[in-house]
């Protein structure tokens, strides 16, 4: 695959929810071709290719592993079928790219761990926030030794009790969903921005509605449902949840998540204290970088390439004053990506299979934590 332009790379997307559109323009913004699509069903698969102009639409995953045109894979499905087929093309020798969380459990994403080690293809998880470019100029700035970490992921898409999806049931999406859906999100950035590991956690969490009335049918991501024929079905997984955090090195924190704060739509933000400054940034404005000062005034840095360090330049595609956003940060993480499959890795190095375990193992920490009531150490391996 070496010296591969991106164009020769092809690429099968797997699900056709949310996310499956969402890398296939990414991907078409890079000049990969999108080749083929995946979809729940046949008749998904057709409809899905039909609306994204993609040139083949499979009947089964066999199908998509065996076609010879396809070097990628992205897995954008429900949690649940993240193993085993990931699993499948790895063992197709396909690189693979996959939606966030990595699978269900820990004993599933180090399986993947070590098969993705005992491949020779790329395997990495979609943890797009770092490829905001001030998250990128954020890692790159000196503020000294690390003291505090605080922050939130807050949206309001599942407030109401007739909200439904596929993510608020623990059979699809694993036992954790605020925390593994949004939360993530947030531990892998701040570990990314500041290179720290989180070593221990205590978790406070709540599932706000025990019931929710789920509309006959599917209901995609954002979306809500016409179908007026409810189902009254329990829910285990938490609308929101705290989690206070202790780092290595000595640095302590908090994170807060929700699904169900009204009016905040998709809000991550982080505020990072060090001994000789601090950083913040919010994904509603992620074109400034807050960059706070003891002895001088502060500054609110722009995202302007011109201004930027190199690692950060080098995934800005516009000038200072053209705001970059969420399908952006898709396109850059997958930039990082193909630059590997490339043989030509860039400065920033995508999110691997280790980082898509370690946060399986923050989560089940989390969990253990809030279960327990106490202070739990997060697992190492
Ligand atoms: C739903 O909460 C969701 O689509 C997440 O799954 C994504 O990772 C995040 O980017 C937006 O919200």
């Not at 829910?235 to 699904?259: K, M």
């Not at 011109?306 to 970059?324: C, I, K, R």
């Amino acid at each position: 695959m070496n010296a591969m332009d991106y164009h020769d790379i092809g690429v099968a997307i797997v699900g056709s929810g949310f996310m499956g559109p969402a890398h296939t323009e990414a991907l078409r913004r890079l000049g990969i071709s999108v080749r083929g699509i995946l979809g729940s069903s046949e008749e998904k698969s057709t409809r899905a290719a039909a609306q994204l102009g993609i040139p083949r639409a499979y009947a089964t995953y066999d199908e998509l592993l065996a076609d010879e045109r396809i070097h990628s894979v992205h897995i954008t499905t429900p949690n649940k079928h993240h193993h085993s087929m990931v699993v499948a093309a790895l063992d197709a020798g396909k690189h693979v790219l996959c939606e966030k969380p990595l699978a269900m459990n820990a004993a599933e994403s180090r399986d993947l761990v070590n098969r993705a080690k005992a491949s020779q293809v790329e395997a990495g998880v979609n943890y797009n926030i770092r490829f905001y470019p001030l998250c990128i100029e954020a890692a790159n700035s000196c503020i000294g030794n690390v003291h505090s970490v605080q922050g939130s992921y807050v949206q309001d898409w599942l407030l109401f009790d007739t909200d439904y999806n596929w993510r608020v049931l623990a059979s699809e999406g694993g036992d954790l969903r605020a925390v593994a859906d949004i939360g993530t999100h947030w531990l892998d950035l701040v570990g990314y921005v500041t290179g720290l590991r989180v070593e221990s956690v205590f978790a406070d969490l709540k599932t706000i509605h025990l019931v929710r009335n789920r509309p006959v049918g599917e209901v995609e991501t954002f979306s809500k449902s016409t179908n007026a024929e409810l189902v009254e079905t329990p829910i285990t997984t938490e609308d929101q949840g705290a989690v206070l955090l202790r780092f290595a090195g000595g640095a302590t924190g908090v994170l807060w998540v929700s699904q169900a704060t009204a009016g905040r739509k998709n809000r991550l933000q982080f505020e990072i204290g060090g001994a000789e400054g601090s950083l913040a940034w919010d994904s509603e404005n992620p074109n400034e970088l807050w960059r706070g000062k003891r002895t001088q005034a502060n500054e609110v840095l722009p995202k302007d390439p011109g201004l930027l360090s190199p690692a950060a330049a080098h995934h800005t595609s516009y000038p200072g004053g053209h705001a970059e956003g969420y399908p952006d940060s898709f396109k850059q993480c997958f930039r990082a990506f193909y630059d590997a499959v490339r043989g030509e890795p860039g400065p920033v190095a995508y999110p691997s299979f280790e980082d898509g375990h370690r946060e399986i193992l923050l989560c089940e920490a989390i969990l253990e934590s809030h279960r327990h009531g106490r202070w739990t150490r997060v697992e190492e391996n």
